[in-house]
């Protein structure tokens, strides 16, 4: 694609010509909403993305937290070492099934015998996956879980994390009736963690879980970086004085304990979820404030890359979906770390 074609379509939506570019070339750095403005012109005008031959395709979400940031270094790392060409294309929010789409029709011209696919699975992208899958494409689904026949999922097991950090509630804090925030929109891992934890509570008090008040977000309730923080100010401000511990089974904790400490919200004294990673996370408030169980990313992205390399050697498909689930382990602010 020429760079006065750039020019010309960043002057028709009024965007900087890089914005475009990035956009085009799926490269981080477009925030979900320009993105996908810049895809939508571009395949109006007839203009495709300049796709080139690779031995693996790489679709992951441009999420500005530690967890994903930490895929993608890993993920980049590891791939780098084998060697094989490999192509990224990176999208801004988790649940934007309409730009994942968009980047699976380049899967095939790209010659791709292996797509690595981060993202929450829509009816249409199983879909498009399963014309994939026919031309002899192995799919990897990597840290969120999907059913998909003869693809492979490499992650953890969210039911057992739910459970992990329910008994580590249990054990400790069974005076307390937890708040759970569900930040709905079909995504398996939250679903399958929530139904973990619940069970792990029905399991040390068969009556006790009935009771459980559950709060249900909007899946887009936190996708715009922009407002979180306000957003997470204004739900907790109103959760203080009501709820003393609140269960996040989606994102990081780091923000939500970032809030806490900032408005001083002095009723709730626990605060626990999933993938919080930094010793600043875990240790910012005082002792037996927060835990978080934790995916082993590293494990993740290593098997996942070895799957890869031996289809590309050895190209033959599962013939049903297998799954390689890499185990969690819980951290807490406490002196006991895992649990």
């Known amino acids: 694609m020429k760079n006065d074609t750039f020019q010309d379509l960043a002057n028709d939506l009024g965007l900087d010509r890089s914005t475009v570019s990035r956009a085009i070339r799926h490269c981080p750095g477009v925030d979900g909403g320009t993105r996908k403005k810049v895809l939508e012109a571009a395949r109006k005008a007839g203009i495709q993305s300049a796709v080139d031959l690779c031995g693996i395709y790489c679709i992951m979400p441009d999420v500005p937290t530690y967890f994903w940031h930490t895929y993608h270094r890993e993920i980049k790392e590891k791939l780098k070492k084998t060697g094989i060409p490999v192509r990224y294309s990176i999208y801004s929010k988790i649940y934007d099934s309409e730009t994942v789409l968009m980047y699976l029709d380049d899967v ?185 169980c934790n995916q082993n990313i590293a494990l993740q992205v290593d098997t996942a890359v070895e799957l890869a390399v031996s289809y590309i050697n050895d190209p033959v498909m599962p013939d049903s979906q297998t799954f390689r689930f890499i185990e969690s382990k819980v951290c807490s602010s406490s002196k006991e770390s895992i649990v």
């Open 108 to 292: 095939i011209r790209s010659g791709a015998r292996v797509l690595i696919l981060t993202a929450v699975l829509s009816k249409e992208i199983r879909e498009k996956l399963a014309d994939i899958q026919k031309n002899g494409v192995y799919v990897i689904l990597l840290s969120e879980y999907g059913e998909l026949p003869n693809s492979t999922y490499v992650g953890a097991n969210s039911y057992q994390d739910g459970e992990r950090i329910g008994w580590w509630f249990c054990q400790r804090y069974p005076q307390h009736t937890p708040l759970i925030l569900n930040n709905i929109g079909g995504n398996a891992n939250i679903s399958q963690r929530i139904d973990g934890f619940i069970h792990s509570l029905e399991q040390f008090n068969s009556s006790y879980a009935q009771d459980i008040p559950v709060i249900r977000l909007n899946a887009n309730y936190f996708n715009n970086s922009r407002t979180v923080s306000a957003k997470y100010a204004a739900l907790l401000d109103r959760m203080d004085g009501k709820y003393s511990c609140i269960y996040i089974p989606f994102g990081s904790i780091e923000l939500p304990l970032s809030v806490v400490k900032a408005k001083k919200l002095t009723s709730i004294k626990l605060l626990f979820g999933h993938d919080c990673f930094t010793k600043a996370g875990i240790n910012s408030l005082y002792p037996s404030y927060t835990a978080s």
